[in-house]
């Protein structure tokens, strides 16, 4: 539907996507007496698959993904030149389609807002087709905002689901292969087996240039089907992102204190800052939002969280500091291959953005996969904030 011309909410959040989709799945299920919209103007969640490791959600806050779930194995492998594992850590996929249900079920008729917002305050947003709708909290979710203020390498993708005859062979994920060539940087194929004959390829590179050539990749995804002697009789669908890779910047910069617009997910700059990844923050925040909700400082209770987070990922921008700036790009594999080695505990606690303090000396003791000086050089060239 689309908003009257003068209307009115309690929580207006503006994006449909991981961030807003969430929120509104948990403001529905625990403060159903509030007026909730979303304000999205394509599907809700989009042309999206996004996967997470088990570890990265508190079992306290799994009731809010476990109806969006869509796919789930009890372990994963990794491939490098010189060293291959499968990890027994579970792993689940969401798609936006399961997404865009699950909303659509949870919140009351016409509180799905298609429009677009042109303009957007605290306390009110402006409708590109017309019309003004006000709320008491509007909560920003759009994704990334302005990113010229950051140091950014970039983690970019094509995905494809390829429908093959007679079975792929593959019976769970390979998240990471990296004996392929190493093209743009450091480049893996990332494997998600759907059923069996349906298997997602996706064609993943941490670069330099956030520039995307999506034609030179899918012929590299059909040159990988091929080779494993796939019989692709379909592709049923493509998805194309560009994530930032964060190895310096001033949050207040991101987010300034001035800017009393609440936000959420990448809009807050609250994403892993190695990986790009948003789901686990994305999962936090929905899941403690209706008990904050009712502040009247919810944007400074937003910020502070986001700050807080910003600061807990000095680690990962320090890392992403040594991929972009001191590997030379052909050798970036060298850096995961090293850190696939390491326990089976501390790699669920990285990518969950939660390392302690061994973790963090283990991962950067022993011989390091850069040149000692050219690290050195990069890191001293930082701004640490």
């Not at 809700?44 to 997470?52: A, E, K, P």
Request: net charge positive.
């Amino acid at each position: 539907m689309a908003a009257s011309n003068t209307d009115s909410c309690d929580i207006a959040i503006v994006g449909g996507g991981l961030a807003g989709g969430l929120a509104a799945l948990a403001l529905a299920a625990k403060r159903p007496g509030l007026d909730v919209r979303l304000v999205e103007p394509g599907p809700i969640g989009g042309n999206h698959i996004w996967s997470f490791f088990d570890s990265d959600i508190a079992k306290r806050d799994r009731w809010l993904v476990a109806p969006v779930v869509r796919y789930h194995w009890d372990r994963y492998d990794v491939a490098f030149p010189a060293h291959a594992r499968t990890l027994r850590m579970g792993y689940k996929s969401i798609t936006g389609e399961a997404l865009a249900e699950a909303v659509a079920a949870a919140l009351p008729e016409g509180r799905i807002v298609a429009d677009k917002a042109k303009h957007v305050a605290p306390d009110h947003l402006l409708l590109a087709r017309g019309g003004r709708l006000s709320a008491k909290h509007v909560i920003d979710a759009r994704g990334a905002g302005k990113l010229s203020d950051l140091d950014c390498g970039w983690q970019k993708f094509v995905g494809q689901a390829l429908t093959v005859e007679g079975g792929h062979g593959i019976d769970r994920p390979l998240v990471m292969d990296a004996t392929v060539d190493q093209l743009g940087g450091y480049r893996f194929v990332y494997l998600l087996p759907f059923d069996a004959e349906t298997i997602f390829v996706e064609d993943t590179y941490y670069s330099d240039s956030p520039d995307l050539d999506v034609a030179a990749i899918r012929d590299r995804i059909a040159d990988y089907a091929a080779l494993h002697q796939w019989n692709v009789t379909a592709t049923t669908r493509e998805e194309t992102g560009v994530l930032p890779v964060v190895v310096a910047g001033d949050f207040d910069r991101l987010w300034p204190e001035s800017d009393r617009t609440a936000r959420i997910g990448v809009r807050a700059g609250v994403f892993h800052a190695l990986t790009g990844y948003s789901l686990p923050d994305a999962v936090r925040t929905a899941a403690a939002l209706p008990d904050l909700i009712g502040s009247a400082d919810l944007p400074i209770l937003l910020r502070d969280r986001a700050a807080a987070s910003w600061r807990r990922q000095r680690f990962y921008r320090m890392l992403g500091a040594m991929l972009f700036r001191a590997a030379e790009p052909a050798e970036r594999y060298r850096i995961f291959e090293r850190f696939y080695r390491l326990s089976p505990g501390l790699i669920a606690r990285f990518y969950a953005g939660r390392p302690n303090a061994a973790d963090k000396l283990r991962i950067l003791s022993g011989k390091p996969p850069v040149p000692v000086g050219r690290a050195i050089a990069a890191l001293s060239r930082l701004d640490w904030k």
